[in-house]
C-alpha cells in the first residue's frame, strides 16, 4: 500500500521560504504512475502544483514556475519527495498535498487532481501573510 505523508507546512510572511517534505512509502516505480504536489485554497479546486513526468523531468504550474523547485531521493521502497518554495505569495496559500497520480498514455500528472484516483496524503497547510 502506498502511503504519503507530508510535512513542512507553516506559516511565513510574503516573500518568504518553506521546503515541504513527503515521506512516500511502499513505493515501486512504474511508467503507469508519477509522484507530485498538488494544492488546494478554500473555494477552489485541486490544482498540480509540481510533478515529476518521468523521474528527473519535472513540470510545473505556470503560477509557480521559477519559484518551486521539486525534488526527491529515494532508498529501496520508500521515496522522499520535496518541494522547496520560494518568493511566497498570498494566493500561495493553501492545504498542499503529496500523491502518486496516474501518468503516461496522454495523462499528465498536473491534471490529475481527483482525490479519489490515486493515493494521496492528507496534506501540510501553506500559509503566506501579506
Known amino acids: 500500500q502506498v502511503r504519503p505523508v507530508e510535512s513542512g507546512g507553516g506559516s511565513v510572511q510574503s516573500g518568504g521560504s518553506l521546503r515541504l517534505s513527503c515521506e512516500v512509502s511502499?513505493?515501486?516505480?512504474?511508467?503507469?504512475?508519477?509522484l507530485g504536489w498538488f494544492r488546494q485554497a478554500p473555494g477552489n479546486e485541486r490544482e498540480g502544483v509540481a510533478a515529476?513526468?518521468?523521474?528527473?523531468?519535472?513540470?510545473?504550474a505556470d503560477a509557480v514556475q521559477g519559484r518551486f523547485t521539486i525534488s526527491q531521493t529515494s532508498d529501496k521502497n520508500t521515496v522522499w519527495l520535496y518541494l522547496h518554495m520560494t518568493n511566497l505569495q498570498p494566493e500561495d496559500t493553501a492545504m498542499y498535498y503529496c500523491a502518486r497520480v496516474f501518468c503516461g498514455l496522454g495523462l499528465h500528472p498536473l491534471h490529475q487532481t481527483a482525490p479519489d484516483i490515486g493515493n494521496w496524503g492528507q496534506g501540510t497547510q501553506v500559509t503566506v501573510s501579506s
Open positions: 515529476f513526468e518521468v523521474p528527473g523531468n519535472p513540470s510545473y
Open positions: 511502499g513505493y515501486t516505480y512504474s511508467t503507469r504512475y508519477c
